[in-house]
């Protein structure tokens, strides 16, 4: 059974790494460990749903919790399940004439030994589908929960208990044990949270010259143009940002509309969030909660600031007391039509339930906003195809999504990540399992043929290379295996006979 560590000594770092160097997590080990996390997993379903529900109030809509929490999981192992032994297997590439006979190949070599530090929001889903990955790629793995969802925590230290604690360790405490484990020297770190603290991890492992994946966050907005069905569309929206209480890194931070349909749009949302979540005591039953009362405050200060927008549904004071509702965790669904561009709705992440709605009169004039910030983490489009093609050739963003939101997470073959300050590398599927593999490039050359770029300071034999390095690509790869033998022949023996009649005399 794996280990809860109070803490990581480098006793216990050496102890890993050499497993992993010694051959310890084989191919068969890892599908072992694998395929005993998927069956813990399904056997703590119900303490899972439980532990998710005192952490961020989730008990009135399992449904939810269970595609958006777990359901995630499971698929992330049957993926790696399926795919483990083609991406571990040697990737073979070609090689250049001049550097014939030889044979070369990729392969995927773990990297030692991988800290996953997780977060609160998706407690399980963005700790252990890292953990996945990392597995996979045949590291051994140190997995820090966020201190925020403390059972959550607890779950997951006795799920990753039952795996082989020579590679995986579960250790628990709060941003002091977060601060010693990334000074430490482990091979890779993968944290997941907000960009504040992914700088700290950036610049402590760059003492140690540490690779590192951040999964971070952002503003990730939703282009929505007339010409598509606007019913349909907004109910997309609607559901994508009011998920596990808007808590959600990919979520529609916020809304850009074209002028000429922002009525229609407005009034489809509406009607969208009072039909699945409905307003005051309603939403109360439905909605997650905020997972702390500093979270709840802080949504609520944004929507009680001069923002200068107009509350179309919900807001602070729809509940009889501001506090109550914070108490309490809960945040109105809320919807803002134009609040100032320097409010705080619109100059941070919400990470909340509420959705700011920006008019503008032209996708270019949408596109300009959307660049003049930091690049998102993910852009939706709900548009005709001119403006989508418009969208994907002007902007930068870990993902787009084209007619959804939020999708992107659930299918394992899409790399999952951000760029600049919405991320480094990609997790999920192949990518992941190669983020946390060292790609060791390995030549097989042999001895009994002679090699004629050898000779330093030969002028004969640098015409020669540069001859060849100037020959079209297509014309090589048209030869085909016989052209390039005997191709290699004449490059041999032209280098010698040029070599002889251009080499000075003595």
């Known amino acids: 059974m794996a280990m809860a560590d109070a803490k990581i000594t480098p006793e216990v770092l050496k102890e890993m790494r050499g497993f992993v160097m010694r051959g310890g997590t084989s191919i068969e080990f890892r599908i072992e460990q694998l395929e005993l996390l998927r069956n813990i997993l399904r056997e703590e379903k119900d303490a899972i749903l439980a532990a998710l529900d005192k952490d961020l109030g989730l008990g009135a809509d399992e449904a939810q919790a269970l595609v958006w929490q777990l359901c995630p999981l499971l698929l992330d192992v049957n993926d790696a399940l399926d795919g483990i032994r083609d991406w571990s297997a040697p990737k073979k590439v070609a090689t250049p004439l001049a550097l014939q006979p030889a044979s070369c190949y990729v ?12 977060a609160w929001n998706y407690p ?3 700790t252990i589908n890292p953990f996945i990955s990392a597995l996979a790629a045949g590291n051994a793995v140190i997995v820090k929960p966020s201190e925020l969802a403390p059972e959550s925590a607890l779950i997951m230290q006795k ?5 082989d604690p020579r590679a995986v360790r579960v250790v628990l405490g709060g941003p002091e044990v977060s601060r010693e484990l990334v000074a430490s020297p482990f091979d890779h770190i993968a944290y997941t949270g907000s960009g504040r603290v992914g700088k700290l991890v950036f610049e402590a492992a760059a003492a140690n010259m540490i690779p590192v994946t951040l999964e971070l966050g952002g503003k990730s907005p939703v282009l929505m143009c007339g010409g598509i069905n606007i019913a349909e569309a907004c109910k997309r929206v609607i559901t994508g940002k009011f998920v596990n209480c808007g808590q959600t890194c990919i979520a529609p931070d916020y809304l850009l509309v074209e002028r000429s349909v922002k009525d229609e749009v407005v009034a ?5 969030v009072q039909e699945m979540l409905g307003e ?3 939403a109360a039953k439905r909605m997650p909660r905020m997972i702390n009362a500093q979270a709840a405050n802080r949504i609520l200060t944004a929507l009680r600031e001069a923002h200068g927008g107009k509350v179309e549904h919900g807001g602070p004071e729809v509940l009889p007391s501001t506090e109550v509702q914070s108490a309490d965790r809960f945040v109105q669904p809320t919807i803002v039509v134009d609040p100032s561009k320097d409010s705080l709705l619109m100059q941070e992440e919400i990470f909340g339930p509420v959705l700011p709605i920006l008019t ?3 996708c270019d004039e949408a596109v300009s906003y959307i660049n003049s910030k930091p690049k998102p983490l993910a852009v939706y489009v709900f548009a005709p195809q001119a403006v989508v093609d418009h969208v994907m ?10 007619g959804d ?3 992107q997470r659930g299918n394992p073959s899409l790399p999952f990540g951000g760029i600049g300050g919405s991320g480094i590398g990609r997790l999920q599927g192949v990518s992941g399992f190669e983020e946390f593999s060292n790609k060791r490039s390995v030549m097989h050359r042999p001895l009994m043929v002679p090699s004629a770029l050898r000779l330093p300071g030969d002028a004969a034999l640098a015409k020669v290379a540069w001859m060849y390095a100037n020959v079209h690509p297509r014309t090589l790869k048209n030869v085909g295996r016989g052209g390039k033998l005997l191709a290699l022949l004449v490059f041999v023996l032209a280098c010698r006979k040029l070599g002889r009649f251009l080499r000075p005399s003595l």
Do not use: D, F
């Open 405 to 407: 939101v939020m999708v």
């Open 360 to 362: 503008v009169a032209s």
């Open 159 to 163: 799920i990753l208990g039952r795996l």
């Open 268 to 272: 489809q949302l509406k009607a969208a």
């Open 124 to 126: 399980l889903n963005v």
């Open 393 to 402: 050739a002007s902007t930068s963003s870990g993902s787009v999504v084209v």
């Open 280 to 282: 005051g005591t309603a």
């Open 107 to 118: 392969e995927a070599q773990p990297k030692g030994v991988v800290l996953v530090i997780g």
